[in-house]
DNA sequence: GAGTTTGAAACT
DNA sequence: CAGTTTCAAACTC
């Protein structure tokens, strides 16, 4: 089945794909690891291939029939991760169709012996899919192991088919650092979330360049699963030994293979490489519809990833056809969306599963419905509900990097990829189909029902970074949705209430290369696809979107409505204004020529839609949609790598970061902000054409610069922080004077303090002031008998106030 | 806050 | 591709 047309998906991979770190995998390793594509005649779609050790992948895929096959094919190793795990903890969570929605949490100590197999030797933890399948609880926590294991069983049969299949632990966990969520769906393929270690510290979302940070880690999200996918990952065991790591880089090849009119299968081989001489680690996966995205980053710091139980529900409602992307710029954002299809059978029923990951700030919204699928799910809250779709999402992540988003907009297939490539976007691919019943319900956490109680997102909390798996039926999300959404895919994060609604309707015939696709582009339907559209999401987008609860966007007819994106946005929040819901990561604009919509912008040329910015005659929105399309295409035109990020990271890692046009300046020296190699404090290279460069290691005005830009920072930090305690204390001396008096306790009214005593406090100190003045008291002797004065003063302030206490004690008042 | 400087982007 | 113009941010006063 195809998921995408031939176009795009021939676009796809080349575009997302982090051409920087590719290389041709030979077909043995080193380490003894082998990686094959597989067949070409297969048409089995490889989600992810999930490689090294130190990665951390989580892969989320459905196959009915393949309980046999490794649907973790993709590999990527990047140091840098979205998702970051800290050591060895493995969650695992299970979902199982057969139960109930209900997540559970329950430390899994599976063996791992799956095809993709690894077995960590150092912590020795791996999860096994047949393992997992027998677990009766949809989705379970291991905290112990700190892994997440997302297991849909189908049935038992398929359960003792793939066991004696052979069938392998989709997701094999290595160092702990690795996160796999392997295929939801179908024959009971588990779900493996592979969490930071306890130790590990939390909320680690740590910038680009900080390559000192703890260990790098590579996570890989893959949802999506195919019963035609097929083991990809190289031989069992030897993987994981090798990933201890820290810092891997990972190499990707991706070879198209001719795309036939069906599906084009296109695969990718990633090369991990050990920057520390590890033995490196290749996988081929094999891509259906070429679809595959992939991230690579060198240098990572590690991110933790916190799962945590949330009772909020996420709830994905898909009804319009047309999408409101819009971008954010940090890094470190990952979204996941998946759409319904409207075009969904009546008699079958959809299932919702949500998966919600937040990494800091980021977060992974996963919704899998599905029309029509083989594997049932009995619920107690709903009726038998087949899951069909597989999706898989790979997030691999650069620190700096954005995501970028691209969401399926129609379901036709049953298997999506979804990676998040290291560069600047993070790309996500989701694909869901959902039945009518499914579509355009937003569910609120507040009214829940009894059925949205039961599908609890799941939230396993470790730190800043939070992933949560809800799974809902659909049918209860609609149930409980108290507004219904046309035509709009809403995203909702599941602790912080924030919704991404998009409309999913196609745009006018631009199809740029994703690669190139400023965040919030909507792609057209491929052709052939059915209702399958793409919308290039940039995570910042959601962020911009997540500050309205509920914005919705325009329907398949028109824009009208996705003018309350911006609009919205700006609206106070649950009686917040916008500034108290809004984290800005950047400056606003004050365009006045360009709409906007040309790349002095600096909003569109982040792939950002104009919000909260001083701009004129803005066209940098969801109004002007077709507008701004038309920016875009012009701009790619003019220069296809106009939305990539100018400065890419270093081979190396971080400090290796450059621009990749270099700089063209004359007369700032680099050593100012008009500079772009300067301001993105990095050094100016051999491609920069600057004249007077100054800024290069050795400069002696570069190294003046940055001690005093140091030294300002260490100043204005001890500042805020010697204000801070200052703030705490007055507030808690003011708690604890205030309330003595009347309670009687032990503390002293700060009511002493009064008009007339602070005058006579002041009185001494003028008078000690002058007195050191006449006696020619240098300075620091004037203003050390001045503070002596004050101190005396506070002394009979405080004994007048304790003896006046005692008496009122004795009167008893 | 107004005016100037600067260099990237856009244009020719 | 080079030169010029436009533009918005950075900077100065």
């Known amino acids: 089945m195809d998921v995408v047309s031939p176009e795009l998906n021939s676009l796809l991979p080349d575009e997302i794909m982090d051409t920087e770190a590719i290389e041709e995998i030979p077909q043995s390793q080193p380490d003894g690891t082998t990686a094959k594509p597989e067949s070409s005649g297969d048409t089995s779609v490889p989600m992810e291939t999930d490689t090294p050790a130190a990665s951390e992948n989580l892969s989320l895929s459905s196959d009915p029939s393949s309980t046999d096959h490794t649907q973790a094919l993709t590999t990527s190793i990047s140091t840098d991760s979205t998702f970051s795990i800290s050591s060895g903890s493995q969650l695992a969570v299970s979902i199982s169709s057969t139960s109930s929605p209900l997540l559970t949490l329950k430390p899994v100590m599976a063996t791992s012996t799956a095809t993709t197999k690894t077995t960590d030797s150092v912590t020795g933890t791996s999860v096994t899919t047949s393992g997992l399948q027998k677990l009766t609880a949809p989705f379970t926590i291991s905290a112990a192991n700190h892994q997440i294991i997302l297991n849909k069983v189908a049935s038992a049969q398929a359960s003792e088919a793939a066991k004696a299949a052979g069938t392998q632990p989709q997701i094999i966990k290595q160092e702990g650092q690795k996160l796999l969520v392997t295929a939801i769906g179908k024959s009971g393929q588990p779900i493996v979330l592979q969490l930071p270690h306890t130790g590990s510290k939390p909320g680690v979302s740590q910038a680009a360049g900080d390559a000192k940070s703890a260990a790098p880690q590579f996570k890989v999200v893959t949802i999506g699963g195919r019963s035609e996918l097929k083991p990809v990952v190289g031989g069992g065991g030897n993987q994981v030994t090798t990933l201890q790591a820290q810092q891997l880089k990972t190499v990707q090849i991706a070879k198209k293979t001719p795309t036939s009119s069906a599906a084009p299968i296109k695969f990718i081989i990633t090369k991990t490489v050990n920057s520390k001489g590890l033995s490196p680690q290749t996988s081929v996966s094999p891509v259906i519809a070429g679809r595959v995205l992939t991230q690579t980053s060198a240098v990572m710091p590690t991110r933790t990833i916190t799962l945590s139980e949330s009772h909020n529900t996420s709830i994905q409602s898909i009804a319009g056809k047309k999408i409101a992307i819009s971008p954010l710029k940090t890094p470190s954002k990952v979204t996941v969306v998946s759409v319904a299809s409207p075009t969904s059978n009546a008699s079958q029923k959809s299932v919702a599963l949500p998966v919600n990951v937040a990494l800091g700030q980021q977060i992974l919204t996963v919704q899998q419905s599905t029309s029509a699928s083989p594997v049932k799910v009995a619920t107690s809250q709903t009726t038998a509900q087949s899951i069909k779709p597989v999706q898989s999402v790979a997030v691999g992540g650069v620190g700096s990097s954005q995501f970028k988003t691209i969401i399926p907009l129609a379901t036709q297939p049953n298997v999506q990829q979804i990676q998040v490539p290291g560069s600047r976007f993070h790309y996500v691919r989701l694909v869901t189909a959902t039945t009518a019943s499914s579509?355009?319900?937003?569910?609120?956490?507040?009214?829940?029902?009894?059925?949205?109680?039961?599908?609890?997102?799941?939230?396993?909390?470790?730190?800043?970074?939070?992933?949560?798996?809800?799974?809902?039926?659909?049918?209860?999300?609609?149930?409980?949705?108290?507004?219904?959404?046309?035509?709009?895919?809403?995203?909702?994060?599941?602790?912080?209430?924030?919704?991404?609604?998009?409309?999913?309707?196609?745009?006018?015939?631009?199809?740029?290369?994703?690669?190139?696709?400023?965040?919030?582009?909507v792609l057209p339907l491929a052709p052939g696809g059915g209702n399958m559209g793409y919308a290039v999401v940039p995570a910042q987008y959601v962020t911009q979107i997540q500050q309205s609860p509920f914005v919705t966007l325009a329907s398949s007819s028109g824009f009208a409505a996705s003018t309350g994106v911006q609009t919205q946005a700006k609206l106070p929040l649950n009686g917040l204004s916008s500034a108290e819901t809004t984290s800005r990561p950047r400056k606003p604009c004050n365009c006045t020529k360009s709409q906007c919509l040309k790349l002095y912008c600096d909003c569109f040329a982040n792939g950002e839609f104009c919000n909260n910015c001083n701009c004129n005659n803005c066209f940098n929105n969801l109004e002007h949609e077709t507008e701004r399309l038309k920016a875009i295409k012009t701009c790619l035109d003019r220069n296809p790598e106009a939305f990539k990020p100018k400065i890419g990271k270093g081979k190396e890692g971080e400090s290796d970061r450059r621009h990749s046009k270099g700089c063209n300046c004359k007369r700032s020296g680099c050593l100012k902000n008009y500079c772009e190699c300067y301001e993105a404090k990095i050094m100016c290279s051999s491609i920069c054409k600057c004249i007077g460069c100054k800024n290069?290691?050795?400069?002696?005005?570069?190294?003046?610069?940055?001690?005093?830009?140091?030294?300002?920072?260490?100043?204005?930090?001890?500042?805020?922080?010697?204000?801070?305690?200052?703030?705490?204390?007055?507030?808690?001396?003011?708690?604890?004077?205030t309330p003595v008096i009347s309670s009687g306790g032990g503390r002293l009214p700060y009511t002493f303090v009064t008009k007339e005593v602070l005058e006579a406090t002041c009185e001494c100190l003028l008078e000690q002031a002058k007195k050191a003045e006449q006696t020619h008291q240098?300075?620091?002797?004037?203003?050390?008998?001045?503070?002596?004065?004050?101190?005396h003063c506070l002394m009979r302030i405080i004994s007048s106030a304790g003896k006046a206490k005692a008496d009122c004690a004795s009167i008893n008042c």
């Open 696 to 737: 290069f290691e050795e400069s002696p005005e570069r190294k003046t610069l940055m001690h005093l830009a140091d030294a300002a920072e260490v100043r204005v930090q001890q500042q805020t922080a010697a204000k801070t305690k200052l703030s705490s204390q007055i507030s808690d001396l003011l708690m604890r004077t």
């Open 439 to 521: 579509t355009g319900q937003p569910s609120c956490p507040g009214p829940s029902t009894s059925s949205i109680q039961t599908a609890k997102p799941m939230v396993v909390g470790a730190g800043a970074v939070r992933m949560s798996v809800p799974i809902v039926p659909a049918q209860t999300i609609k149930q409980v949705a108290p507004k219904p959404l046309s035509s709009a895919a809403v995203v909702t994060t599941t602790q912080t209430q924030q919704r991404l609604i998009m409309p999913a309707t196609p745009l006018p015939q631009i199809q740029p290369n994703f690669a190139n696709l400023p965040p919030g582009t």
């Open 778 to 791: 240098p300075q620091v002797e004037a203003e050390r008998m001045i503070l002596e004065e004050f101190g």
